[in-house]
């Protein structure tokens, strides 16, 4: 029984030691931030510049050009203008060097009548985009809750 105990007791030991050498090598890893993670980057930085919007918004066109549900909303719409918008959108949104001035996004979207699903539908579509293209979780999360607060401006309109 004692040998037993002292056995588990040895195993406890070498788990502890793994487990805070793992912890160690974490707190390591979240110590040693990339340039693109320091906190004086900007979002625009993070998503890789003009370059990198560009990238991005390319991954997105494709992903609603085979998207069924999405795709009929841009049936008619001039892809090149859209591209050329949603970039400098993005731009501006991320806090890069661009200022967006075509329509508001009300003006957009009204008459589309975008409902909840459809608008969902479309953030899984850019989440989608940013996962081909590599964009870290972190830097994900901050480019959706900056558009998160746009939704009342384009939904049900
Ligand atoms: C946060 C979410 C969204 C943002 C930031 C956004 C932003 C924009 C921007 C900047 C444009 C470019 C306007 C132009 O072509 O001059 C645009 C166009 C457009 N958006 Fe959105 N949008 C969003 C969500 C949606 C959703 C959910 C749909 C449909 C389900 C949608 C459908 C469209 C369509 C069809 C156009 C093209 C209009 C045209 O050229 O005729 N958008 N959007």
Redesign the pocket.
């Known amino acids: 029984m004692e040998a037993t105990n002292r056995k588990s007791l040895a195993g406890n030991h070498v788990v502890k030691q793994i487990l805070s050498s793992l912890l160690i090598s974490l707190v390591l890893i979240g110590c040693s931030t990339s340039p693109n993670q320091s906190t004086n980057s900007t979002l625009y930085e993070e998503l890789n510049g003009h370059t990198g919007l560009e990238q991005l918004v390319d991954a997105f066109i494709e992903q609603i050009a085979y998207d069924e549900q ?1 795709f009929p ?2 049936a ?3 892809v090149d ?2 591209r050329d ?2 970039i400098t ?1 993005m731009c501006d ?1 991320s806090g890069g060097p661009c200022k ?1 001035q ?2 508001s ?1 009300i003006d ?2 009204t008459g ?1 009548n ?1 409902n909840e699903a ?2 969902n ?3 899984e579509l850019l989440i989608n985009a940013m996962e081909e293209i590599g964009i870290a979780y972190p830097t994900q999360n901050k480019l959706l809750s900056r ?1 998160a607060p ?2 009342p401006e ?1 939904i049900n309109k």
Do not use: E, T
Request: aromatic share 20%.
């Open positions: 999405i909303y841009f008619k719409a001039n203008r859209f918008n949603f959108h949104v967006y075509g329509d996004m957009i979207h589309m975008i459809d608008f539908r479309v953030v558009l746009l939704r384009i």
